[in-house]
């Protein structure tokens, strides 16, 4: 309550000083929002700029349920919109940013009943980490003609930047270029890594069309995308919780999209694995609450089979794709990994207070059930 008192007058006095100036905002930013809704819902935002653009993921504090991806536009003013991607109907958060580090708003409901004011705050208290955002974008025609097909790829990989601590943060900036990149190489340089993902699409791009665009340049469409941007989804308690979004057309179809989950703990720099969290044998135990949680979730009566729902399985076990929030631990299975490509990726929230007897007695996610 105390860093949210202080929140609100910082705001209050930055607003004051700013009403009348132009708002300077960085190309490429990371910030770790905290604040309220209608000055009664706690919630936090990892948001991300990349020079007009904005992408978020929202967490409510207390509720057991799943994150909001947002993303939007920021003009130079300094005013936002932020909605669900590719989406003109649920949630639209409408805003100013007051200061570099503040923002105000509205946040409007799914139904679009409600508006709520929302004030937050750029944060970092004990256990969380300031961030980089390193963005680049490329265009590539096929062949030098006019209205030649292209490829498209975006990048943005958020990594940890100095601290006082150089092991630590190497160590994190490994990991996380890591998993960006899925190399398991012990790349250093964050710019190179996203250099070397692009030059490994175009030249897939160029090899599998320009033969084809030679013998039949009218043959459906060429042009290829690849979308991969690193989302910070928790950071704090020395825990961070962050996933690869990676989306990739190449012809046919639809493109396909995977989201890749890593836990690490901001203490040793180290990624962290179920085994880290919790006693062994605890598959059996994950296993029935993640089964029961998803029959749940699609109104499926828990003495049916899942395969007699349209899922490749009747079980669902615990996998290494997992994220951690304040509100529990979440397991991502993505296209076709339990279940056909029309479902969607699938994601299952279990709260902590129902795995609190499988759990490590120093399990680092039990800082969650002490503050209950």
């Not at 929202?58 to 947002?70: E, Y």
Request: overall charge negative; hydrophobic content about 40%; some cysteine.
């Amino acid at each position: 309550m105390v860093r949210f008192i202080v929140i609100q007058v910082i705001l209050v006095m930055a607003t004051a000083i700013t009403v009348m100036s132009q708002v300077y905002l960085p190309k490429k930013a990371y910030m770790h929002l905290v604040g309220r809704i209608d000055d009664s819902q706690e919630i936090t935002m990892n948001l991300v700029k990349m020079n007009d653009s904005l992408y978020a993921d929202l967490v409510f504090a207390g509720k057991q349920c799943n994150f909001s991806v947002l993303s939007g536009k920021v003009d130079e003013a300094g005013n936002f919109i932020l909605r669900y991607p590719f989406c003109d109907t649920g949630m639209v958060f409408k805003g100013r940013f007051i200061t570099r580090q503040s923002i105000s708003g509205n946040y409007e409901t799914s139904d679009g009943e409600a508006s709520q004011p929302v004030v937050m705050v750029e944060s970092y208290p004990e256990g969380s980490l300031p961030l980089l955002a390193y963005y680049h974008h490329y265009v590539r025609p096929l062949v030098e003609k006019p209205q030649s097909p292209e490829a498209e790829i975006s990048q943005c990989l958020i990594l940890p930047g100095e601290s006082s601590n150089p092991v630590l943060s190497d160590s994190l900036r490994t990991l996380m270029i890591a998993s960006f990149s899925g190399e398991n190489k012990d790349l250093k340089d964050p710019d190179r890594a996203i250099q070397r993902i692009e030059e490994r699409f175009i030249r897939n791009y160029l090899s599998s069309n320009e033969s084809l665009y030679e013998t039949m340049p009218d043959a459906g469409s060429l042009n290829w995308t690849l979308l991969k941007f690193t989302h910070i989804l928790y950071n704090d308690n020395y825990l961070l919780s962050y996933y690869v979004v990676n989306y990739a057309y190449t012809g046919g179809a639809h493109g396909l999209q995977t989201e890749d989950y890593t836990v690490a703990s901001t203490r040793t720099g180290k990624k962290l694995t179920l085994t880290d969290l919790f006693k062994p044998g605890f598959e059996t135990h994950l296993t029935v609450l993640l089964t029961r949680k998803l029959k749940v979730m699609t109104g499926i009566n828990q003495n049916e089979k899942l395969t007699d729902n349209g899922f490749f399985v009747d079980d669902v076990a615990p996998n290494n794709n997992f994220y951690i929030t304040a509100s529990g631990i979440g397991f991502v299975y993505n296209h076709y990994e339990i279940a056909p490509y029309v479902n969607g990726p699938t994601d299952i929230l279990i709260p902590f207070v129902d795995v609190k007897q499988i759990l490590l007695e120093n399990s680092p996610v039990s800082v969650f059930l002490d503050k209950k």
